[in-house]
């Protein structure tokens, strides 16, 4: 059981930055894979980025590429999730989420559909205004 708990989320201008931290309990945090998901209101959850669970692959979804960065540190249980360059389209709750895998699986796979996973925090809202 893995519990989430996302921070860092807030109102900024367009072209500003935030970074947003989701905060891990367990001590097994470094075989899960880790994902940013968003929702904007009126819309589907949607992919913004996912890290594997050694930290050495990334993947990012078009709209936010160049522009955002996920990162890990496992020693801290920590996934962060920086923006940059932040539009008003990127107005929305942002989650992250958690994706166990047994050691079988490589430490490189990375996850960027929500049905792959297991945890999710209670999200972080982020407004963007322009």
């Known amino acids: 059981q893995v519990q989430l708990v996302e921070s860092g989320g807030g109102l900024v201008q367009a072209g500003g930055s935030l970074r947003l931290s989701c905060a891990a309990s367990?001590?097994?945090?470094?075989?899960?894979?880790m994902g940013w998901f968003r929702q904007a209101p009126g819309k589907e959850r949607a992919f913004v980025a996912a890290?594997?669970?050694?930290?050495?692959?990334?993947s990012y979804a078009g709209s936010v590429k160049g522009r955002f960065t996920i990162s890990r540190d496992n020693a801290k249980n920590t996934v962060y999730l920086q923006m940059n360059s932040l539009k008003p389209e990127d107005t929305a709750v942002y989650y992250c989420?958690?994706?166990?895998?047994?050691?079988?699986?490589?430490?490189?796979?990375?996850?960027?559909?929500?049905?792959?996973?297991?945890?999710w925090g209670q999200g972080t809202q982020v407004t963007v205004s322009s």
């Open positions: 890290i594997s669970s050694s930290g050495g692959s990334t």
């Open positions: 367990g001590r097994t945090f470094s075989t899960y894979a």
């Open positions: 989420a958690a994706a166990y895998r047994p050691p079988t699986y490589s430490r490189y796979s990375y996850y960027t559909g929500g049905s792959d996973y297991d945890y």
